[in-house]
């Protein structure tokens, strides 16, 4: 499935191991980068989401997500991510997703854009829980340090259908990345996941988008 995600803003908070482990799948653990666990909430536009290469599904293919994430590593060393929730604006894939193992949630969905600042709009359909965050990037300097690279370069996911640990597979060149400053930050979804932080994120980035592409999932072994 190839797919572009588009003007993505990247929130990260540190928190401990032992809070995020109930939430990876059987034989998965949590990943740590700078010496601790992160959770992410991060908000993007999906463009032209398809079967294949060049097949981008018409109106169903572009909506708005936002997700909130915890980072892994499988038995074999594999890092990845896992979704807690992912919220998005069209309810045919949030269907199609929850029936592949994918945590997705019905939601109004709005991306915003004023002038040099991005962000992002939730409010939930079922549970009221909602979120709007908007950023104003640096676009003038690089986010190259390792937190910020090993944060943002995650080529899969590992999700749990079944019974059984998948790990899907995610390939895209690197993120064109940029530091940001928190203009905005009103969330609950954290919250709502159960996750709770303190304070204003540890990172703040922002990427114009890249293309990507997922390949099949594999079966993960335990240990």
């Not at 990943?31 to 993007?44: A, K, N, Y």
């Not at 994120?201 to 079966?219: A, D």
């Given at each position: 499935?190839?797919?572009?995600?588009?003007?993505?803003?990247?929130?990260?908070?540190?928190?401990?191991?032992?809070?995020?482990?109930?939430?990876?799948?059987?034989?998965?653990?949590?990943?740590?980068?700078?010496?601790?666990?992160?959770?992410?909430?991060?908000?993007?536009?999906?463009?032209?989401?398809?079967?294949?290469?060049?097949?981008?599904?018409?109106?169903?293919?572009?909506?708005?997500?936002?997700?909130?994430?915890?980072?892994?590593?499988?038995?074999?060393?594999?890092?990845?991510?896992?979704?807690?929730?992912?919220?998005?604006?069209?309810?045919?894939?949030?269907?199609?997703?929850?029936?592949?193992?994918?945590?997705?949630?019905?939601?109004?969905?709005?991306?915003?854009?004023?002038?040099?600042?991005?962000?992002?709009?939730?409010?939930?359909?079922?549970?009221?829980?909602?979120?709007?965050?908007?950023?104003?990037?640096?676009?003038?300097?690089?986010?190259?340090?390792?937190?910020?690279?090993?944060?943002?370069?995650?080529?899969?996911?590992?999700?749990?259908?079944?019974?059984?640990?998948?790990?899907?597979?995610?390939?895209?060149?690197p993120w064109p990345l940029h530091p940001a400053t928190i203009t905005g930050l009103d969330d609950g979804l954290l919250a709502a996941a159960g996750l709770i932080v303190d304070g204003p994120p540890h990172s703040v980035l922002f990427s114009p988008g890249v293309q990507t592409q997922f390949g099949?999932?594999?079966?993960?072994?335990?240990?």
């Amino acid at each position: 499935m190839d797919q572009r995600w588009a003007d993505a803003v990247f929130l990260h908070w540190r928190i401990d191991s032992a809070a995020v482990a109930r939430y990876m799948p059987a034989g998965v653990v949590p990943d740590e980068v700078d010496g601790s666990s992160w959770v992410g909430l991060i908000g993007f536009r999906m463009v032209g989401a398809g079967l294949g290469q060049g097949l981008p599904v018409p109106y169903f293919g572009s909506f708005t997500e936002i997700n909130v994430r915890l980072y892994s590593r499988g038995p074999d060393g594999t890092r990845g991510v896992v979704f807690v929730t992912l919220d998005a604006s069209r309810l045919a894939v949030v269907l199609a997703a929850r029936a592949g193992g994918i945590p997705y949630v019905w939601s109004k969905c709005s991306p915003i854009h004023n002038q040099r600042k991005y962000g992002y709009d939730v409010v939930r359909f079922r549970g009221q829980a909602t979120s709007r965050f908007v950023v104003e990037p640096d676009t003038a300097r690089t986010a190259d340090d390792t937190v910020s690279l090993e944060l943002t370069a995650r080529f899969g996911l590992h999700s749990t259908l079944a019974g059984r640990t998948l790990y899907i597979p995610n390939t895209h060149t690197p993120w064109p990345l940029h530091p940001a400053t928190i203009t905005g930050l009103d969330d609950g979804l954290l919250a709502a996941a159960g996750l709770i932080v303190d304070g204003p994120p540890h990172s703040v980035l922002f990427s114009p988008g890249v293309q990507t592409q997922f390949g099949r999932p594999h079966v993960v072994a335990a240990d």
